[in-house]
């Protein structure tokens, strides 16, 4: 893997700003395996929910069909609980930050972890689908507001007794009274100020590097939303001929026909070729 990593370390310094594109596979090679695995970290939490409903990671537990209301709260909140607490397990996030450099840069995740802003100032993160950082209303119309979930987490779950939140604490609006919901991508997602201005940190940076080489960077990046990221990163580098593309990913390190002549694609562990990068960035040899 070194010559493709010395291949990559050589795109970043030949860029003169960066743009990170980063899907759920960024988090499981940050060791954040539970989201989608049975894993040691994810029983060590939900070994009640697991052994009653069986589902493997607490993605699959927010579209489980609880056997009440009470049960599918109280899980919900022991869930942003990890996500909350859990710090990553290995030094993806910190690696990144080292490739980086002091380049111009700004990320895009469509992850709802939060993980980027633990690494990386606000105002250079666009968290594009929403974040479990945050609850809203399930009626759009009428509230409009965002509510902090840390907050209501740490009210709640003392409350919780038996598995089970009472009723009578669901968090709901208190503007109309509608029950609060994640502010995720869905049918309800609330695409209002907080969302625009997400994406008006994008057309930014883009603005202010326009005509400059522009590196953009995609990792982990899946097949089920390929549209927010690796297509408009796909586009953006077919029409401005400056810029370069590359792709880490173990799976599915993909990119256009179009474009291949200026793309990258690396298929490997995530982690591991950004812990190469950053050691070569830093002048040593790599682990």
């Known amino acids: 893997m070194e010559p493709q990593v010395k291949e990559f370390v050589q795109h970043v310094n030949e860029?003169?700003?960066?743009?990170?594109?980063?899907?759920?596979?960024?988090?499981?090679?940050?060791?954040?395996?539970?989201?989608?695995?049975a894993s040691?970290?994810?029983?060590?939490?939900?070994?009640?929910?697991?052994?009653?409903?069986?589902?493997?990671?607490?993605?699959?537990?927010?579209?489980?069909?609880?056997?009440?209301?009470?049960e599918r709260w109280a899980f919900f909140l022991i869930a942003w609980k990890m996500v909350f607490e859990i710090p990553a397990q290995k030094k993806t996030y910190e690696y990144l930050r080292t490739v980086i450099g002091d380049k111009p840069y700004h990320l895009i995740t469509t992850n709802q972890d939060g993980l980027f802003k633990q690494y990386f100032p606000a105002d250079s993160v666009s968290e594009i689908q929403g974040s479990h950082y945050f609850l809203q209303s399930k009626n759009t119309e009428t509230d409009k507001h965002?509510?902090?979930?840390?907050?209501?987490?740490?009210?709640?779950?003392?409350?919780?007794?038996?598995?089970?939140?009472?009723?009578?604490?669901?968090?709901?609006?208190?503007?109309?009274?509608?029950?609060?919901?994640?502010?995720v991508r869905s049918p309800e997602f609330l695409e209002d100020q907080r969302y625009h201005d997400e994406y008006q940190k994008i057309s930014r940076f883009l603005g202010q590097h326009a005509g400059q080489k522009i590196l953009f960077l995609e990792m982990g990046v899946g097949r089920m939303t390929p549209m927010f990221i690796q297509e408009p990163f796909w586009e953006m580098t077919h029409y401005l001929p400056q810029t370069f593309y590359v792709n880490i990913n173990p799976k599915d390190a993909l990119t256009s026909p179009e474009i291949k002549h200026r793309s990258q694609l690396i298929s490997a562990d995530i982690n591991q070729v950004l812990k190469e990068a950053a050691s070569f960035m830093q002048g040593g040899a790599h682990a």
């Open 15 to 37: 860029a003169d700003a960066i743009l990170v594109g980063g899907g759920s596979g960024l988090s499981n090679a940050a060791g954040m395996d539970f989201w989608y695995e």
């Open 146 to 183: 965002l509510y902090d979930n840390q907050a209501i987490v740490e009210r709640l779950l003392p409350k919780i007794k038996n598995h089970r939140l009472p009723r009578e604490d669901f968090p709901v609006s208190p503007i109309d009274g509608a029950p609060l919901t994640f502010w």
């Open 40 to 70: 040691p970290l994810f029983m060590k939490h939900m070994k009640y929910f697991y052994d009653k409903y069986h589902f493997e990671g607490i993605f699959n537990g927010f579209y489980t069909h609880f056997d009440s209301p009470e």
